[in-house]
């Protein structure tokens, strides 16, 4: 099971998520939202095997924050993985959109700088900004979208660009994110939680209930499960091999 987008160091209980985790075999992205959350997450996942840690700054945070993204560019030189990062164009968050494209921009050419990475972005409400400053910076680094909901045009848009897409049940459940995920090219899916921000019931999304975003992909792909889930480990295997630093 593969969560690329996933908030362990938000649980009540992180280390116990990191266990659980390992005993199931799950291979997890653990974004962060700040870079001040690098080190925290890092001891608490303590060489985790197929646990990492994506460096991030939340676009929803940027207002208060986005002095740490200096942090972020000096972190840089450690992290495999970039997340979450990007823009939100919500009506709560649309007064710091401009401070978020220069945290966005600078982090992007500081990534760019160095090589490149597989990045977790946030576009929520902002798809087209995001993939116009993608755009900018095609080539360098391998986007993999989080819980996109943009338009059908924009999707287009983002496949072009070589984006990447991680889905999980929280979209999956809606006709629109399962319509979105029908026009995802299938070598360029993952699947995520985004927990524990999304729930079942009472109840946080742990990263083996990816397991449901599975379902519903094998019945988009006419794929059994046990095809579903090496379609989807292929694509890792793909994206960490082509997505690294160049």
Not at 80 to 102: N, W
Request: glycine letters at 8%; hydrophobic letters at 40%; aromatic letters at 6%.
């Amino acid at each position: 099971m593969i969560d690329l987008h996933c908030h362990i160091d938000l649980y009540p209980d992180p280390r116990a998520i990191v266990a659980e985790a390992v005993r199931r075999q799950c291979y997890v992205l653990a974004v962060t939202t700040t870079p001040l959350a690098w080190g925290g997450t890092t001891r608490v996942i303590d060489n985790a095997p197929r646990v990492q840690i994506g460096l991030g700054l939340h676009p929803e945070l940027v207002a208060e924050r986005a002095r740490e993204v200096t942090q972020l560019v000096e972190l840089l030189p450690e992290a495999r993985f970039i997340g979450e990062i990007g823009l939100d164009g919500s009506r709560r968050h649309r007064p710091s959109f401009p401070l978020q494209t220069d945290v966005f921009r600078t982090i992007l050419r500081a990534v760019a700088d160095s090589g490149g990475r597989v990045m977790s972005v946030h576009s929520r409400g902002a798809a087209k900004e995001t993939l116009d400053e993608l755009e900018q910076h095609a080539g360098s680094s391998t986007p993999v979208l989080h819980w996109f909901s943009g338009t059908q045009r924009e999707l287009r848009r983002a496949i072009d660009l070589g984006c990447w897409f991680s889905v999980g049940p929280a979209m999956l459940k809606g006709e629109k994110g399962r319509k979105l995920a029908e026009l995802m090219p299938v070598d360029r899916v993952l699947t995520e939680t985004d927990g524990p921000f999304t729930r079942n019931g009472n109840e946080p999304l742990f990263p083996w209930d990816v397991e449901e975003a599975e379902r519903v992909l094998g019945g988009i792909w006419r794929t059994d499960a046990s095809a579903t889930r090496r379609r989807i480990r292929e694509n890792l295997r793909t994206l960490v091999a082509e997505g690294g630093p160049r």
